[in-house]
C-alpha cells in the first residue's frame, strides 16, 4: 500500500479544513428553515387528526349535531391521512445496477479507502458500489427513521472516471467524498432530503386519495361540494407547504454549496491544491466521451452487437476527439499558464453565470480559488487509477455487459469493436485539413434555396489558385471567434432577461465596467461582429462549393449535376431535421406550458391538441415525399441502404385526438426521434459523400487526371418546408398570469399564492376550531329566587321556575357557578363532561325534578313520561328543553313525536318530593328551596314545614 498510497502535502495547517464561519452560519440557516417546515408540517397534521378525533367521538357520543360532527370529522381525518401517507417511504441510495465490492474481492482498493478515510478524519464507508457513472459520491438509504438514527453511508465509484483518472487526482475525489463523510452536517441534508421526500409525496405525488377527491367532485351536486372544497384545501394545504420548502431547498443549497467548499479543503489537505482541480477539469470531457461511448454501443445493439469493453472505446472516443478538436489539452490537464503555481489557474470565470441560488454545487473557478487561497503543493502520481484494481477486465467486462440488460447479441471481439469505431471517427469532415469547418455546424440553414450554396460571383479563374486558398488556418481563428461572439452575446442576453447575474455584482465586459442600460447596445454590437464574421465564413463556404463545381464543369461527365444533387439533398435533409426538431420543440413548449399547473383545461387540451397535430403534419409530409427522394448510388451505399424510402419505417401514427391523446404522447418521441434520426444520417452521408466527391475532383485536378463519369445525381422533391434561422415556430417564454399563481413563479405570483393558501388554511383551521367546541347547557332554575349562571366565560340571568340556554367552551378547569342577584353563592362545581358535542342540562341546586314527556301528532302513538329524579348536572336528548312544543307540525308520514324536559320547579312541594328519585334528592330540595327561595313565593311557607328529613317513596313514579 505505501508504493500504491500518493504522498500528500507537508505543512498543512491544522486550521485548514476547520468550517468557516459561512459554513457554520448556512447550517444554522438550514436547520432554522427545515424546523419552520417540520413545525408546520406536524401542527398542521396534528390538528387535523385531533379535530378528527374530537368530531367523530362527538357524533359516535350521540351528540345533536352528529350529521355535522360526523362530516367535519371525516374531512379532517381525509386531510389528516393526506398529511401523514408521505411519512411512510423508504428510499433507497444509490442505483439498481451498482456492482458491489467486498474487501477480500479488493483488498488494495479497500486498504487504499481505509488508509484515506481514517486520514480524512472520516467513518469508513458502510458499503462501496461501482457504477457506469462518471461520478464519485456518497449515498445512503433513507426512511423516516433516519430523523433520528443516523443512516450508515454507503460510497459509489464510477468506473468512466476512474478510466480517465492519474493514481493522484483518484486519491483527490476520493478525499473529497470522504470529507463529506466526515462533516456532521450531512445529518442536516439528510434531514432535508427526508423533509423533501415529504414534501414531494404531499406537493406532487397523485395518488388514491387524489383519485378519490376526483371522483367525489363528479358525484351528485348535494355530494360534489364536499369533493370541491377537500380539493381547495388540498391545494391550500401543497401551496402553503411548497412555498414554504422552497425556503428549505434554499437554505439547504446554500449550506451544500459550503459543504463542497469544505470537502475541497479536505481533499487539499491530502493532495495538495492541484489534483482535485485537474480532475474537475477532466470530467467534462470524460462525460462527453462516455455519451459518445454509450451512444455507440446503443448503436451496436441496434445492429445485433455486443462491445466488450466499454472503458476501452470511451478511452478510444476521447483520443479520436482530441485529434479532431486538434486540441492536445483536451481531456488532459493543460500547461500551466505562468511561472508561479499558486497563481496558475485551469477554470477562467465567466463575465456572468446562472444565479448560485438554486445551485447545490458552486462554479468550478471558484472551487479552484478555494482550494489554492492557501495553496499547498503535493508529489504527482502520473499511474492510472486501476492500478488499485484487481481483475481489472473481469470488472470492465462486468459493467459492460450490465448496460446490455443481458440481451442475447452477436459476440463482438474489442479489437472489431475498436475498428467499427474508427470507422465511425474517420470521417473526411473530421479531417484537420478542413480546420473544423464542418464541426457542429449547419452548412445550408441560412439559404432558402440550394443553389445560393454554390453561387460565387468573386471566383478566381485560376481554380488552381482558387483551390490552394480554401481552408487557410485563420478559419480555424474565425470559426472559434465566431463562436466566442455567440457565447458573448448569449451572456448579454441572460443579463439582460435577468436569467444570469454578473460575476461578482459587477458587470465586466471586455476589461470595462458598464451598467445593466447599456445592455441593448452591447447585444446590438456583438450581434454585428457576430454577423459580419458569420458572413466571412459563409463566403468561404461558397467559395469552397463554387471552386468544386467550376473544377467538375471543367471535367463534365456528369460531375457538375452529381455536384448539384448532393448540395440540394443536403440542402433538403437539414431543413427537413431542422422544421422536424423545431415542431418537436414546440409540442415540448406547449406540454409543458399546459402541464405547468398540474391540470390541463378544454382549451389547454384543445393547444395541445393543434400543436401535437402540427408536429404528425410535419412528420407527415416527410414521410409523403420519401418517394420523392432518389439518392445517388454511392450516397445510397455510404447509409447503407436500398433507397431512402425504404430505410424510413411506414407511417401508421394516426392524429392526435382527445381520446388517444395520453397514448399517443407516449409514443410520438418515439417516431420523431426515429425520423430524426434517419434525417440526421442522411445530413452526415451527404456532407461525407460531398466533401469525398471534391476531394476526388480537387486532386484530378491537380494530377490532371480525368475522374470516371459521375453516378446518376440525387434528385428532391420540388416543394419542401424552409425553415432559415430566425423564423422558428414562436415559444411561449412565460406562463400566464393564472398558472404562474398556480405553480408560484416569480416572486408576486408566490406572494399572491402564499396569500391565498394562507387564508383558506387559516379559514379552515378556524373553522374546525369552532365545530362542536362550544358545548350547550339547558340551564333550569327551579328555585323561588332569580339566579345568576356562570359557565366558564358565559353567564346568564335565569328568574325563578325559568330556563336558559348558555354555550361555553369547556376547558379541564372550567366551573359551574349559580349565585343571586345578591351575589351569595348557591354552589360551584366542575362538570363532569363525557363528550362536549352532548347537550348537557343544569339543574340549579338540583332544586327540581326533571321529566321527559311525548307531543304526539296525529295517528302518533303516546309515551308514557320518563322522571330522571332531581339531578344537578346531566346529558340528556330532547326536541325541546324547558319550552312548550308547537301546537302543530308537518309530516308526510300521518303521525310524529317530539320529546320535551321539563321541570317541576314551581308545582306544590308535595307534587315535587313525591317525583324526587330517592331521599337523598328529597333532602336536597327541602335544603335547597328553604335556603333560597324568597320570601314572598308561592310556596315559601309550605317548604319551610319540610325542614325535616322525609322518607322517600318506596318506587319511583
Request: proline share 5%; glycine share 6%; hydrophobic share 45%.
Given at each position: ?25 448556512q ?26 378525533w ?16 360526523f ?13 401523514l ?9 444509490g ?20 488508509r ?22 456518497v449515498?445512503?438509504?433513507?426512511s ?11 460510497l ?37 432530503y ?65 459543504m ?47 462491445v ?14 482530441t ?8 481531456g ?9 503555481p ?45 492500478v ?84 487557410p ?25 435577468k436569467?444570469y447575474?454578473?460575476?461578482?455584482g ?13 445592455l ?13 464574421l ?30 448539384i ?6 440542402h ?7 422544421d ?43 414521410h ?15 447509409l ?5 424510402a425504404?430505410?424510413l ?52 485536378l ?48 408566490t ?10 388554511v ?38 325563578p ?34 363528550n ?5 342540562v ?9 321529566v321527559?314527556?311525548?307531543a ?22 330532547a ?47 327541602i ?31
Amino acid at each position: 500500500m505505501e508504493d500504491l498510497y500518493p504522498a500528500g502535502p507537508s505543512d498543512v495547517p491544522a486550521t485548514l479544513t476547520r468550517p468557516s464561519s459561512v459554513y457554520k452560519r448556512q447550517a444554522w440557516l438550514a436547520v432554522g428553515s427545515l424546523a419552520l417546515f417540520v413545525v408546520l408540517y406536524f401542527a398542521l397534521a396534528g390538528w387535523f387528526g385531533w379535530t378528527a378525533w374530537r368530531l367523530i367521538s362527538s357524533g359516535l357520543a350521540g351528540s345533536e349535531d352528529a350529521i355535522v360532527h360526523f362530516l367535519v370529522g371525516g374531512c379532517s381525518a381525509f386531510l389528516c391521512v393526506f398529511m401523514l401517507k408521505a411519512l411512510f417511504f423508504v428510499e433507497r441510495g444509490g442505483a439498481s445496477n451498482h456492482v458491489e465490492l467486498r474487501p477480500e474481492e479488493q483488498p488494495q482498493l479497500f486498504a487504499f479507502l481505509y488508509r484515506l478515510a481514517d486520514e480524512a478524519g472520516a467513518p469508513r464507508p458502510h458499503r462501496v458500489y461501482l457504477s457506469a457513472r462518471v461520478n464519485a459520491a456518497v449515498f445512503y438509504d433513507l426512511s423516516i427513521l433516519n430523523l433520528l438514527f443516523p443512516s450508515r453511508k454507503n460510497l459509489e465509484i464510477g468506473l468512466p472516471l476512474v478510466n480517465i483518472l492519474t493514481l493522484s487526482e483518484f486519491k483527490a475525489v476520493l478525499a473529497h467524498e470522504f470529507g463529506h463523510f466526515a462533516q456532521r452536517s450531512m445529518a442536516i441534508g439528510s434531514w432535508v432530503y427526508i423533509a423533501q421526500q415529504i414534501a414531494s409525496h404531499i406537493i406532487a405525488k397523485r395518488d388514491a386519495l387524489d383519485k378519490l377527491l376526483r371522483v367525489l367532485s363528479k358525484f351528485d351536486l348535494r355530494v360534489a361540494w364536499i369533493g370541491w372544497l377537500l380539493s381547495l384545501i388540498v391545494w391550500s394545504i401543497r401551496s402553503l407547504l411548497d412555498t414554504v420548502f422552497r425556503l428549505v431547498v434554499l437554505a439547504q443549497r446554500a449550506l451544500s454549496r459550503q459543504m463542497e467548499f469544505q470537502a475541497d479543503l479536505v481533499a487539499v489537505s491530502l493532495t495538495g491544491s492541484d489534483e482535485l482541480v485537474h480532475a474537475l477539469h477532466k470530467l467534462q470531457a470524460a462525460d462527453e466521451a462516455w455519451d459518445r461511448t454509450l451512444a455507440f454501443a446503443n448503436s451496436e445493439y441496434q445492429q445485433g452487437r455486443s462491445v466488450a469493453d466499454l472503458f476501452s472505446i470511451q478511452t478510444q472516443v476521447l483520443e479520436r476527439v482530441t485529434q479532431i478538436l486538434n486540441d492536445p489539452c483536451y481531456g488532459k490537464v493543460p500547461p500551466r499558464s505562468c511561472p508561479s503555481p499558486e497563481q496558475h489557474r485551469v477554470f477562467v470565470s465567466g463575465f456572468a453565470q446562472p444565479p448560485q441560488m438554486w445551485s447545490t454545487h458552486p462554479a468550478n473557478s471558484d472551487r479552484e480559488e478555494n482550494a489554492k487561497r492557501l495553496y499547498l503543493p503535493a508529489p504527482h502520481d502520473a499511474r492510472s487509477a486501476w492500478v488499485l484494481f484487481d481483475e481489472q477486465a473481469a470488472l470492465r467486462q462486468r459493467l459492460t455487459s450490465d448496460f446490455f440488460h443481458g440481451a442475447q447479441l452477436e459476440p463482438v471481439a474489442l479489437e472489431q469493436s475498436l475498428r467499427n469505431l474508427a470507422d465511425r471517427y474517420d470521417m473526411l469532415q473530421y479531417a484537420p485539413d478542413y480546420q473544423g469547418a464542418y464541426l457542429g455546424r449547419s452548412l445550408t440553414r441560412h439559404a432558402e434555396h440550394a443553389v445560393e450554396l454554390h453561387q460565387d460571383a468573386s471566383l478566381a479563374t485560376d481554380l488552381h489558385a482558387a483551390l490552394q486558398a480554401l481552408y487557410p488556418p485563420s478559419l480555424s481563428q474565425q470559426l472559434n471567434q465566431l463562436r466566442a461572439l455567440e457565447e458573448e452575446r448569449g451572456m448579454l442576453q441572460a443579463l439582460r432577461d435577468k436569467v444570469y447575474k454578473a460575476s461578482g455584482g459587477t458587470i465586466v465586459f471586455r476589461g470595462s465596467s458598464v451598467s445593466r442600460r447599456d445592455l441593448p447596445h452591447l447585444i446590438e454590437q456583438v450581434s454585428g461582429e457576430a454577423e459580419a464574421l458569420r458572413q466571412e465564413i459563409l463566403g468561404h463556404d461558397r467559395r469552397c462549393r463554387a471552386t468544386h463545381l467550376a473544377i467538375a464543369e471543367q471535367f463534365g461527365n456528369g460531375w457538375p449535376a452529381y455536384l448539384i444533387g448532393l448540395i440540394e439533398v443536403l440542402h433538403y435533409a437539414e431543413h427537413s431535421l431542422a422544421d422536424l426538431r423545431d415542431a418537436q420543440g414546440l409540442l415540448a413548449n406547449v406540454t409543458s406550458v399546459v402541464l405547468a399547473d398540474g391540470k390541463v383545461s378544454s382549451r389547454e387540451l384543445k393547444r395541445l391538441l393543434q400543436t401535437a397535430n402540427e408536429l404528425h403534419r410535419v412528420m407527415s409530409a416527410i414521410h409523403q415525399d420519401k418517394q420523392l427522394v432518389l439518392l445517388d448510388q454511392p450516397l445510397l451505399a455510404r447509409l447503407g441502404i436500398e433507397s431512402w424510402a425504404a430505410s424510413l419505417e411506414d407511417f401508421t401514427l394516426p392524429q392526435a385526438t382527445t381520446d388517444n391523446v395520453n397514448e399517443w404522447m407516449q409514443v410520438v418521441d418515439g417516431w420523431g426521434n426515429s425520423l430524426a434520426g434517419q434525417l440526421s444520417g442522411l445530413c452526415s452521408a451527404t456532407l461525407e459523400q460531398l466533401l469525398h466527391s471534391e476531394a476526388q475532383l480537387a486532386r484530378h485536378l491537380r494530377q490532371h487526371s480525368q475522374p470516371e463519369a459521375a453516378s446518376a445525381p440525387t434528385s428532391i422533391p420540388q416543394h419542401y418546408p424552409v425553415l432559415l434561422p430566425g423564423k422558428e415556430r414562436k415559444r411561449q417564454l412565460k406562463l400566464d398570469w393564472w398558472d404562474r399563481f398556480q405553480i408560484a413563479d416569480g416572486a408576486l405570483a408566490t406572494g399572491m399564492r402564499l396569500l391565498v393558501a394562507g387564508l383558506i388554511v387559516g379559514a379552515v383551521l378556524g373553522f374546525g376550531s369552532l365545530t362542536g367546541v362550544d358545548t350547550r347547557v339547558a340551564v333550569y332554575n327551579g328555585l323561588g329566587t332569580t339566579v345568576l349562571v356562570q359557565i366558564g366565560n358565559q353567564s346568564s340571568v335565569v328568574a325563578p321556575y325559568s330556563s336558559a340556554s348558555i354555550s361555553a367552551e369547556f376547558a379541564s378547569n372550567t366551573e359551574v357557578s349559580a349565585r343571586t342577584v345578591t351575589g351569595d353563592l348557591i354552589e360551584t362545581f366542575k362538570p363532569n363532561l363525557s363528550n362536549p358535542g352532548l347537550h348537557y342540562v343544569y339543574n340549579v341546586a338540583g332544586a327540581s325534578p326533571l321529566v321527559v314527556w311525548t307531543a304526539s301528532y296525529g295517528n302518533a302513538a303516546e309515551e308514557e313520561p320518563r322522571f330522571l329524579g332531581a339531578p344537578r348536572w346531566l346529558d340528556a336528548r330532547a326536541d325541546f328543553f324547558f319550552t312548550d312544543p308547537p301546537d302543530s307540525i308537518s309530516t308526510k308520514s300521518g303521525g310524529a313525536k317530539r320529546h320535551i324536559l321539563s321541570g317541576m320547579g314551581d308545582s306544590a312541594p308535595e307534587e315535587v318530593l313525591k317525583l324526587a328519585g330517592n331521599a337523598a334528592q328529597a333532602q336536597q330540595i327541602i335544603q335547597a328551596h328553604v335556603r333560597w327561595d324568597e320570601p314572598n313565593t308561592a310556596n315559601a311557607e309550605l317548604w319551610k314545614t319540610h325542614t325535616q328529613a322525609l322518607e322517600a317513596p318506596d318506587q319511583t313514579p
